[in-house]
């Protein structure tokens, strides 16, 4: 079947500017997650939703970003008054959210770059 | 924190040359421990998981054994092939029932015919 996918594969933008980054997990899953992955850096967790909630949004850097998942399935990345430090490539997973070890799928990202 | 510290790259290597690369880990409890691969162009993978400690993770050749008492989860391969010329992470969640990944840097694999 269909893995998660990410839309825009590659997002161009300038310092200041408001952008979306868009997630559709694989269908089913109920628990997504939104990771930033910096030049050179493993992944690092920004948000986790569970259904239409965010569980956890921990690892949000500051208030610039906010995600939602309004029926949960597709999620929406949001950045405002990006910075050219929000460079980097944003990955998005599902998993099923059952069971205690439930594997996360990740998409391809969407490599972000403010100018 | 939670913290994976995997050795740096870039690591170039000859087919069927023998891998290891190098994880360690900080957590507090007892965590599940993960590789990831990032072939070119492609999403991360899971390529193998331990979940206690003791535990082989293996798949497509690759192994990797959760050692409490070194804290350690080393990937290892006996013979790379050209088609493992990735990025490998380390990766770690607390315990059961979490969710939250922490990973490694990452570490850049070249396998030259």
């Known amino acids: 079947g269909a893995g998660v996918s990410q839309t825009p594969s590659n997002k161009v933008t300038e310092k200041g500017k408001y952008v979306e980054l868009r997630c559709d997990p694989i269908?089913?899953?109920?628990?997504l997650y939104w990771y930033r992955q910096s030049l050179g850096q493993g992944p690092e967790f920004l948000i986790y939703?569970?259904?239409?909630?965010?569980?956890?949004d921990s690892g949000l850097p500051n208030d610039r970003f906010f995600a939602v998942r309004p029926e949960g399935s597709v999620s929406t990345l949001k950045i405002q008054r990006t910075e050219r430090g929000d460079s980097a490539v944003y990955l998005c997973?599902?998993?099923?959210?059952?069971?205690?070890?439930?594997?996360?799928?990740f998409g391809p990202g969407t490599r972000l770059t403010v100018l | 924190g939670d913290s994976v510290t995997q050795m740096e790259g870039p690591v170039t290597l000859s087919e069927e040359a023998f891998l290891t690369i190098n994880c360690t880990y900080t957590a507090t409890g007892y965590p599940s421990l993960f590789w990831y691969v990032q072939y070119p162009g492609e999403g991360l993978q899971l390529l193998l998981k331990?979940?206690?400690?003791?535990d082989k993770g293996s798949n497509k050749g690759f192994e990797a054994t959760y050692r409490k008492e070194t804290t350690s989860f080393h990937l290892e391969k006996g013979s790379v092939q050209v088609s493992d010329s990735a990025v490998y992470f380390c990766a770690l969640k607390p315990g059961a029932g979490s969710y939250q990944l922490t990973f490694g840097k990452g570490t850049k694999l070249s396998v030259i015919p």
């Open positions: 331990a979940t206690k400690a003791d």
């Open positions: 997973a599902s998993s099923s959210g059952q069971g205690a070890y439930d594997e996360q799928f």
């Open positions: 269908s089913g899953h109920t628990a």
């Open positions: 939703f569970q259904g239409t909630g965010a569980a956890d």
